[in-house]
């Protein structure tokens, strides 16, 4: 069993910035591809980006070129920087955690661009 709780969402303006961070219980961790996804309303839930055991990023081409993803395996950790933020960027943000395909998620962390 994997828990996750995410945090640093919050209200920005665009063109602004923030991080989010996911902290995982459960000695498994560094076994996991670790990913970020978010779901506005009305819209389906997407990914934004995942990065595997070894470090190696996959971005949304929406954020591509302004998010970043890194993970610390020691510390049980990911992260998402959020640079350039844009008002569709406004999502409920969701840290997730699986061999492959997400299999645990966290409970969400809000983030709100404002124009």
């Known amino acids: 069993q994997v828990q996750l709780v995410e945090s640093g969402g919050g209200l920005v303006q665009a063109g602004g910035s923030l991080r989010l961070s996911c902290s995982a219980s459960g000695s498994i961790f560094g076994k996991y591809v670790m990913g970020w996804y978010r779901q506005a309303p009305g819209k389906q839930r997407e990914l934004v980006a995942s990065?595997?055991?070894?470090?190696?990023?996959n971005f949304a081409d929406s954020v591509k070129g302004r998010f970043t993803i890194s993970r610390d395996n020691a510390k049980n950790t990911v992260a998402l920087q959020m640079n350039s933020l844009k008002p569709e960027d406004t999502a409920l943000y969701y840290c997730?955690?699986?061999?492959?395909?997400?299999?645990?998620w966290g409970q969400g962390t809000q983030v709100t661009v404002s124009s």
């Open positions: 997730t955690a699986g061999p492959l395909d997400p299999v645990y």
């Open positions: 990065i595997t055991r070894g470090g190696r990023p």
